[in-house]
């Protein structure tokens, strides 16, 4: 069975798709084809009724009432971390810190973890698919004693170089900062590699693993990496949720990062004192519901199964490249093995942008643009990309209706 066909063929998530009731609809007179889950996926049945049932009987404040709403919604949200630890492999729920999504967790470890212990001539190193979210704010952190960001290069390809890797580590190298898989090109980096080579020089790692959780099963013990960092949105979930794993000596040994509410262990004027991890890291009311709508979506892709996800993801991502590939003028950026259900690509002599909107009158919702990624943009030489990005309820047919709308749209450039 060929891939186009394997695509085609019923299949048990084709019951899953009539989970996400949003994709059931018409835009701009076509059906919608919905190929921007790496942007932000739709969300099942299973998590919106999680939601809704918590808020309509559940809903309070956490950690701080006597009540029976309250301590329903503490158990909720505490559930919910467990969920998450279970999920990542962690060793206890107290290495999960509930943060915004990816970009807070990033921010977190940059602010409490890495800059009290950077000094002048410091080095971190990231690589060059990163996304802003784990460029800038090391940045933030560098710039203001001296440090320095280095760029771990890779291959046309999409591949990171990891014989350069043991050369970049050095005695000034104070973090590395990876993506588990590359949210433009796809690549699925080989963290637990990565992550023995940085080890062998002492430097601790984080993961953005903003786009790999919706795709594969992550053991952060397997992984052997120290902090791991993931949005509730792009699995499936709630935005506003999202969660940073890191491992308990070292989320002990941090300071606070924001201060408030539900992160102290007592106030005065003079000083106060801090709870531990993770309530340090929580001031203030957390996203509650989102925790909950996040545990929903873990609890609905462990029930789709990694396995299914993985040979529905890959069937239609074979397809997708193949049919793309058949385009004159039309070329991908990112072609590793077993990578993500990921697409970027241009067409000769158009722009993504016209190309985005093209598509879009035909119903087709690509991305286009930087993809928040503007020094990868600069690696191969573009301002933008078109990216068609794959989640567990596309069908091969909207995969036609993707190359046909190319198709389309070059026609009409060249007319
Ligand atoms: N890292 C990668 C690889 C991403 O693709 C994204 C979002 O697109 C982020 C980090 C940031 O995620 P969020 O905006 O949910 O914090």
Redesign the pocket.
Known sequence: MNAREQASVPHALQAVRAQFPILAQTVRGKPLVYLDS???AQKPLAVLDAMRAFELHDYANVHRGVHVLAQRATDAFEAARARVAAFLHAHSPKEIVFV???????NLVAQSFLRPRLRAGDEVLVTAM?????IVPWQLVCEPVGATLRVLPMSDTGALDLDALPGMLGPRTRLLAV??????LGTVNDVARITRLAHAHGVPVLV?????VAHLPVDVQLLGCDFY??????LYGP?GI?ALWGRAELLDAMPPYQGGGDMIRSVSFERSTYADAPARFEAGTPNITGAVGLAAAIDFVQGVGWDAIAAHEQALLELAQGELEAIAGLRIYGTTPGKIGVIAFNVEGMHAHDLGTIVDALGVAIRAGH???MPLMQRYGVAAMARASLGVYNTADEVHALARAVRKAQAMFAG
């Not at 993506?179 to 433009?184: D, G, K, L, Y």
């Open positions: 790496a942007a932000s915004r999504g990816a970009t807070e967790a990033v990163e996304h802003h979210a784990n993506a588990h898989a590359s949210n433009v953005d693993g903003a786009q790999a960092a993931f949005s509730g949105h792009k935005t999202g993809h928040c990624a």
